[in-house]
């Protein structure tokens, strides 16, 4: 063969690996809809909206997020077809993927850390004391899981303690005005209500003895259907990037998250300090996190709200995130 010949012949062929390399963009990004709820702990879901830091573009992908009150509403607005990534909390999510009326895929955990904190009147010293008292929470919601659970760890009934359905943006007002004994609910609403009780309230509890917040990104199946696993993988690498982000550059990260939540930056600072952020935002899959869904499981199941966990292999897949970093899978005990 000619070296002319050659020298086409290799063009062509690199041509056409490129072409292939590009196939997942030729059409244009991949829409994804992430919802948000109005909380500085979603800094993820900030950082990869904000186009200026190239995270989802190097991705092919085009994110549109939108901010809801509470997880559980992304939820509401991902089964009506409205988002393709929600993060509802565990109580409401694993009787729905049990029962089949919800259906996602998650490949890499959203959150996995300590965020749940107890405010109580600065009286209150003993856990006996709550005995006969009113705590307020979201009920059905993370800090009403937390309370029972930690309550059981210190051998106190759960009905000897009351709890109050009160809005997160209310918890620190109603301790303060008096109408509750204490708060329950992730940061920054237990720092709010220290700042708004001042020395007549204070942190009661070590919570994360007994309940640790851990939750895993969900991607609706539909989105996933649609889109197919070259998408998922894409969407996989892209929150890896955002959340090494957030940890090697608080500061950009905590302007994105102030932006997007009408806050100012030293406000989201202060609150991630008292959160552990970002170090919350472990971007990996582990045994850990697999373990804490079954003691999610074992309490629903002693509220006799499910009667066996969901298919967690239908569910969790550890396949994405090895394809793009295997050293963030770290699973040996379940095999997903």
């Not at 063969?1 to 062929?13: C, Q």
């Not at 829409?31 to 830091?53: E, H, K, Q, W, Y």
């Not at 079954?294 to 006799?304: E, I, P, Q, S, V």
């Not at 569910?315 to 005990?333: E, Y």
Request: contains cysteine; proline residues 5%; charged residues 20%.
């Amino acid at each position: 063969m000619k070296s002319s010949s050659i020298l086409r012949f290799v063009g062509g062929a690199l041509l056409a690996v490129s072409l292939c390399g590009q196939a997942a963009f030729a059409q244009g990004p991949t829409t994804v809809r992430i919802g948000a709820a109005s909380n500085v702990l979603f800094g993820p879901v900030f950082v990869l909206a904000d186009s200026s830091n190239g995270i989802a573009a190097r991705h092919g992908l085009k994110v549109e997020s939108r901010i809801f009150n509470s997880g559980i509403a992304t939820m509401e607005a991902a089964l009506a077809g409205d988002l393709d990534v929600a993060f509802p909390n565990t109580r409401i999510l694993l009787p729905l993927l049990k029962s089949g009326k919800a259906c996602f895929k998650a490949g890499i955990a959203f959150v996995d850390v300590n965020t749940v904190g107890m405010v109580t009147r600065s009286s209150i010293t003993q856990p006996r004391q709550l005995e006969g008292k009113k705590i307020g929470t979201r009920k059905g919601g993370i800090g009403e899981v937390a309370l029972h659970m930690w309550l059981a760890k210190q051998g106190i009934p759960r009905d000897t303690v009351q709890t109050v359905n009160i809005a997160e943006e209310d918890l620190p007002i109603a301790l303060a005005k008096g109408n509750v004994d204490g708060i329950i609910w992730p940061e920054p609403t237990p720092s709010q209500a220290l700042e708004v009780g001042g020395s007549d309230v204070h942190r009661f509890g070590d919570i994360g003895s007994a309940f640790r917040d851990t939750s895993v990104v969900n991607v609706t199946c539909d989105w996933v259907k649609k889109n197919g696993d070259d998408a998922m993988q894409r969407l996989t690498a892209a929150w890896v990037d955002a959340v090494d982000l957030l940890k090697k550059n608080p500061d950009a990260g905590a302007a994105v998250t102030a932006k997007a939540l009408q806050l100012t930056p030293d406000d989201v600072r202060k609150i991630w300090k008292n959160g552990g952020w970002p170090a919350g935002w472990p971007g990996t899959l582990t045994d850990g996190q697999i373990d804490m869904y079954y003691t999610y499981g074992d309490y629903l199941k002693a509220n006799k709200e499910i009667d066996s966990m969901p298919d967690m292999g239908n569910w969790i897949s550890s396949k994405w995130l090895k394809a793009v970093d295997p050293k963030r899978v770290q699973l040996s005990k379940y095999k997903l």
